[in-house]
Every structure is written in structure tokens, then in C-alpha cells.
């Protein structure tokens, strides 16, 4: 397949590469196409000042659109319902959902004429990830015959009915009545003219209907920038195990279970645990270190800036994860490609990155449950380290084969050749299982 072949529009809302989260995966994916094919890529003026800091240029290989006029009022008003930026999400991207479709009314008002002279075999829209957003541009490509691909689209992950006061903790209240989103206009639109919906979890891909089944693919939502994380830990530490937490400090990271599992073990001089991240919980996490005299062993870092945390990072053992609700898990893939271990919860994002070959799942269950599982794992790491060497290489060519962003973009390529040039319809990985919860 020729490089610069395909000339697609890439339409992500959020994607800026000084950001974390949805922007830098939203960026990391278009900067992936643009090295791949043709790609020009449509995002919101937000992103502007940073896509030019990482030298490119508007009108040449990006095009902002202006949406402040909706965007900032709702986002105070997110805020405020929220009371802040880091928790209740479903509430954020609900009311984003309601104001989404201006934006790609705006994006079709730029691009309709190039669009109908046939400038772009494909339009491929990456964010929003949310299932829930809806589209005006899905109708209207179909009209003129331009393939439209959605996606990864990625969320929907039940809440664990093992822990209900996460829920609460999280402001997650309109999680209950989330279904209503399909009453959304647009909603239908992108489900029944979209061309091909890329589906970014097994949660995701269960919930789209059956008779669109046949436009459906399955690619998981994340995937790392080798060039942020290309050092490899390849000796364990002599002395103690060393474990690492990346991520926001909010209730449903769980990094409080972290810490009380570890704690008997970090006490006998046996592991030490660095965390890095900030978030509403850092208080209280830093409360719970004191209350359990773990100051010496435990250590809250802060946020560390993407560039410099591989550096921190490959400095570790073991990766200790236990979120208990996570979409995606994109810091998952991180360690791995560190060659950092990852110990995640057998639920959603993490468990369809990680398997026995190259990690640790933990089973789902009650939190003094779930801490027993953590402790006994690290024990039995701790009894014979060596049980993390073909761990550690497994880890790291899992990513290198099916999760770098350059290997998103050969995939997003396939999908573009099912499209338009009539090949077999793209299987990157196997059929997902079913992971329904009563």
C-alpha cells in the first residue's frame, strides 16, 4: 500500500498534543493518518495555538472552527453542575453531546464544496470517542457518497455493582438514566449512514444495534507514541519491588486500594509505591499514607507532563492499576511499552489490552476481595521475580505489534481500502467476548 494514497478529512473536535486524555488521543491519531495518507485535520479553535506551537499550519495541515458562542457557556455550566472538572463525566458529555452537531454543521458548511468535487476519498471522524454523540455530518456524506468512519468510538461501561459508592463518589447520578441519549437527534443518523463505525471497546461494540452489525469494526480506542515512550525497564530491582500508579486521582482509579494492599508489604521493606497524578482525591490519599505510616514507602508524586514521564516511570516493576470503571486505559499501554507489568482489573478497558502472557487480571469483586488478590500477586512476584522477565517481553511486543499509533494508522488504512477500493472487511483482533454484568 503506497504511502499518500488515501486524501481523508479528519474531523476531531478534540485533539491537541499538549493535552491529555481524549485531545492527545484525538491528536496522536491525526498525527498518525497525516504520516499515513493525505490527511487534513478540522478541530476546534481550542486546539489552535498548540497544533501551531507543534508546527503546523492553519489552511495547510489542519483547519480550526470556531464553536466558543455554545462551547463556553456550556462548559461553565458543566462545571458548575459538576462542581468541578474531575468528576460526574457523564454529565459533561451529555451536555457536550447536546452542542456537538453545531460543530460538524460548521465542518460541513467549511468542506461541502471540496467534499462534492471529490477533494477526500473519506472522511474519518476520531473524536468525540463518546457513543453518545451524535452526527449532521453522517447524513449528508451519504447523499454525495463520501464514506464516513466514526470512531474508535468508546464508553458505556456498566458501573460495577461491587461498588456502588463509586458511583456516588463520582457524581455519576446521570449514569442511571444514560440510555436517553438515543432520543438524541442525530443519534440514529450516525448509526444508519455512517459508513463503517469503528467500535473502541467490547462494551461499545455490544450496545451498537444488530442490524448494523455488518459496518461494524472493532479496533480498541488507545494506542502510544513510541517516541514519548521508548526507554525499556529490563531488570527488576534488587532490593524491593517497585510498583508505580499513573493517573487522575479521583475515586473510581481506586489508587486507595493500591495503597492499602501493599501497605503490610511495604512496611516489611518489601515494595514501595510511586504514584503519579493529581486529581480531588490527592488529599485523601495523602491522609490515608499518613494514617497507615507508609510515608516512607509511598510517595505522591504530582502530575508529571507527558514528556518527561516515561522517564519516571520505566523506573518501576510492576504497574498497579486497579480502576474499576476505565474506558480505554491508554496508561496501561504506556507501561507496557516501558516494559513496566501491568496488574489491571479483569473489567472493561484494561482487561482487552493485558492477558496472562503479559500481566496480571484481577477478578472483580467486593474491595477487601479485590485488595487480598493485589497482595497475593505481589507476594507470589516477590517469592520469584523471574515470574516478570517473559512478562516484561510479551508486554512490550504486544504493543509493538498492535498498539503504536503508526500501527492505528496501517489499520485505519484497511479499513479505508474495505471501503473504497471493495477489499475484505479488516479483523484486527479476535472476536471480542461477551462482557454483560447482571
Same mark, same amino acid.
Given at each position: 500500500m503506497s504511502k499518500k494514497k488515501f486524501k481523508v478529512l479528519v474531523i476531531a473536535e478534540a485533539a491537541n498534543p499538549e493535552w491529555a486524555s481524549v485531545p492527545l488521543v484525538g491528536w496522536s491519531h491525526a498525527f498518525a493518518l497525516s504520516n499515513a495518507c493525505q490527511a487534513h485535520l478540522v478541530t476546534q479553535i481550542r486546539n489552535k495555538e498548540s497544533i501551531e506551537h507543534f508546527g503546523w499550519k492553519e489552511g495547510v495541515e489542519f483547519t480550526s472552527i470556531n464553536t466558543e458562542k455554545l462551547a463556553k457557556p456550556i462548559h461553565k455550566l458543566s462545571q458548575l453542575i459538576r462542581g468541578g472538572g474531575n468528576l460526574g463525566w457523564t454529565i459533561n458529555t451529555a451536555l457536550q453531546s447536546l452542542i456537538y452537531p453545531y460543530f460538524e454543521r460548521c465542518v460541513w458548511n467549511k468542506f461541502k464544496e471540496l467534499l462534492k468535487d471529490g477533494e477526500y476519498d473519506v472522511v474519518h471522524r476520531i473524536t468525540p470517542v463518546s457513543p453518545t454523540a451524535p452526527s449532521y455530518l453522517a447524513k449528508k456524506l451519504k447523499t454525495i457518497? @463520501?464514506?464516513? @468512519?466514526?470512531?474508535?468510538?468508546?464508553?458505556? @461501561?456498566?458501573?460495577?455493582?461491587?461498588?456502588?459508592?463509586?458511583?456516588?463518589?463520582?457524581?455519576?447520578?446521570?449514569?442511571?438514566i444514560r440510555n436517553a441519549y438515543k432520543l438524541l437527534p442525530g443519534y440514529r443518523s450516525l448509526r444508519n449512514n455512517a459508513t463503517a463505525i469503528v467500535c473502541g471497546s467490547k462494551a461499545t461494540l455490544e450496545q451498537m444495534p444488530v442490524d448494523i452489525k455488518h459496518k461494524l469494526v472493532y479496533q480498541p480506542e488507545n494506542a502510544i507514541d513510541i517516541q514519548r515512550f521508548s526507554l525499556k525497564n529490563s531488570i527488576c530491582n534488587e532490593h524491593h519491588l517497585k510498583l508505580a500508579f499513573v493517573g487522575r486521582l479521583v475515586p473510581y482509579k481506586a489508587c486507595d486500594i493500591a495503597i492499602e494492599s501493599i501497605q503490610n508489604l511495604a512496611k516489611e521493606g518489601k515494595v514501595t509505591l510511586d504514584i503519579y497524578g493529581n486529581g480531588p482525591e490527592e488529599q485523601k490519599l495523602a491522609k490515608l499514607i499518613t494514617e497507615l505510616n507508609l510515608e516512607k514507602y509511598v510517595t505522591l508524586h504530582g502530575f508529571v507532563p507527558n514528556t518527561q514521564l516515561q522517564n519516571e516511570l520505566v523506573k518501576a516493576d510492576v504497574f498497579l492499576f486497579p480502576s474499576i470503571r476505565e474506558f480505554g486505559g491508554g496508561v496501561v499501554l504506556e507501561a507496557m511499552a516501558l516494559g513496566i507489568v501491568p496488574i489491571v482489573m479483569d473489567y472493561a478497558g484494561p482487561a482487552e489490552l493485558v492477558d496472562e502472557k503479559c500481566g496480571y487480571l484481577i477478578p472483580m469483586n467486593k474491595r477487601a476481595q479485590v485488595i487480598n488478590s493485589i497482595k497475593y500477586i505481589i507476594e507470589e512476584i516477590i517469592n520469584d521475580k523471574d515470574l516478570l522477565k517473559e512478562k516484561r517481553i510479551n508486554a512490550i511486543q504486544k504493543v509493538d505489534n498492535l498498539f503504536t499509533w503508526q500501527r492505528k494508522a496501517e489499520q485505519d488504512l484497511l479499513i479505508y481500502n474495505w471501503l473504497i477500493n471493495k477489499e475484505d472487511k479488516p479483523d484486527f483482533f479476535n472476536k471480542p467476548k461477551n462482557i454483560k454484568r447482571i
Open positions: 457518497n @463520501v464514506p464516513f @468512519v466514526v470512531g474508535p468510538l468508546n464508553g458505556g @461501561v456498566p458501573w460495577p455493582k461491587e461498588f456502588p459508592e463509586m458511583q456516588k463518589k463520582e457524581k455519576e447520578w446521570l449514569n442511571t
